[in-house]
């Protein structure tokens, strides 16, 4: 997990409540992720970025929203439109988009 | 459309025995396939990749994979299971001719079990 660095590790949310999920690298790398993974399910992917202030949506993007003004950092904000978040969140860098993906040790989000 | 396939949820192996872990996928181009280990909580680590060349890719702790065209597989191996192997695995493809952003697509997972 060398490189990237997530917080918190574990996050709770109160119903209609905005959270945002931390993740920063120091690998220098252009491209970065946010996956979810749920049991059985693999990793899906909710928003990457390819550059600094730049971000598409992927596969799974509704009710989740990101930011990229920094190259080291690609914050999560998991919004009260979002109706079932619990999960576990990955977030990963490249040194450009395709590339081997780096890891951090990811944010278990849990609903009160 | 760019998919991967693990067809086993979960492998069991006795310790010192062979292991294999299956992946299959599809592309319209040439793949670019990795796999990854992932420890309870924790992120997904880097194991191995094929791009091009020899079809025997050799990876970390002893990992090796074997890229077949015509079967579209990347089956992990190893020829000596440890105990410590004991994880989740993704298998990840891209298109390496793909004009959109090559991003990864990811297997459901495999867990691999190694019994002392």
């Known amino acids: 997990d060398g490189g990237i660095t997530q917080s918190p590790k574990y996050l709770f949310r109160k119903e209609g409540q905005n959270v945002t999920l931390s993740c920063e690298q120091n690998?220098?790398?252009?491209?970065m992720y946010w996956y979810r993974q749920d049991p059985g399910q693999g990793l899906r992917l909710i928003y990457y970025?390819?550059?600094?202030?730049?971000?598409q949506k992927g596969d799974i993007a509704e009710g989740y929203s990101v930011s990229r003004e920094k190259k080291e950092s690609f914050p999560l904000t998991v919004t009260s439109a979002q109706k079932n978040p619990t999960a576990f969140y990955l977030c990963?860098?490249?040194?450009?988009?395709?590339?081997?993906?780096?890891f951090g040790a990811g944010t278990r989000l849990s609903v009160l | 459309a760019q998919s991967v396939a693990q067809p086993e949820d979960q492998v069991n192996v006795a310790e010192g025995n062979p292991l294999t872990v299956k992946c299959t996928y599809s592309?319209?181009?040439?793949?670019?396939l990795f796999w990854y280990v992932q420890y309870p909580n924790r992120g997904l680590q880097f194991l191995l990749k094929?791009?091009?060349?020899?079809?025997l890719v050799k990876g970390s702790y002893g990992f090796e994979a074997e890229f077949n065209k015509s079967q579209t597989s990347f089956h992990l191996k190893k020829p000596s299971a440890l105990v410590s192997d004991s994880a989740l695995y993704f298998c990840?493809?891209?298109?390496?001719?793909?004009?959109?952003?090559?991003?990864?697509?990811f297997g459901q997972g495999t867990t691999l079990q190694v019994k002392p």
């Open positions: 990840a493809v891209r298109d390496a001719g793909s004009s959109n952003t090559g991003k990864l697509i």
């Open positions: 592309v319209s181009g040439n793949p670019y």
């Open positions: 990963a860098s490249s040194i450009v988009t395709g590339d081997i993906q780096y």
């Open positions: 094929y791009i091009t060349g020899d079809n």
């Open positions: 690998l220098n790398h252009d491209a």
């Open positions: 970025s390819q550059i600094v202030n730049d971000f």
